[in-house]
């Protein structure tokens, strides 16, 4: 398994931006499927977007297409989340999660699919 560390969260007003980081240290960065989901109070965990080993495919939940882009550095073993436009329906914790995989331009997206992750970080947008 492999080790994450989310950061970049906090309090920001809508409509600006904010960047996620999540480092990620044990076994070989690129060998990992990676996402990125959210949570708050009282509801599941639900995927934001993932990103396949390769870093050539993507996903994004519907509310997020536009505003929100994945990526990752394997060289540094960082995947990130730009955040743009942030509105208060996006206040929530944010996980980074990890899965390996054999497949290079392959992603998933359901939190049971992963196995790794990190302790989270608050984004919370006012209005």
């Known amino acids: 398994q492999v080790q994450l560390v989310e950061s970049g969260g906090g309090l920001v007003q809508a409509g600006v931006s904010l960047r996620l980081s999540c480092a990620v240290s044990g076994r070989t960065f690129s060998s990992y499927v990676m996402g990125w989901f959210h949570q708050t109070p009282g509801k599941e965990r639900d995927v934001v977007a993932a990103?396949?080993?390769?870093?050539?495919?993507?996903y994004y939940t519907d509310s997020v297409k536009g505003r929100f882009t994945i990526s990752r550095d394997n060289a540094k073993n960082t995947v990130y989340l730009q955040m743009n436009s942030l509105k208060p329906e996006d206040t929530a914790v944010y996980y980074c999660?990890?899965?390996?995989?054999?497949?290079?331009?392959?992603?998933?997206?359901?939190?049971?699919?992963?196995?790794?992750w990190g302790q989270g970080t608050q984004v919370t947008v006012s209005s």
């Open positions: 990103i396949s080993r390769s870093g050539g495919s993507t």
């Open positions: 999660a990890a899965r390996h995989s054999y497949l290079s331009n392959s992603y998933y997206y359901k939190p049971s699919d992963f196995d790794s």
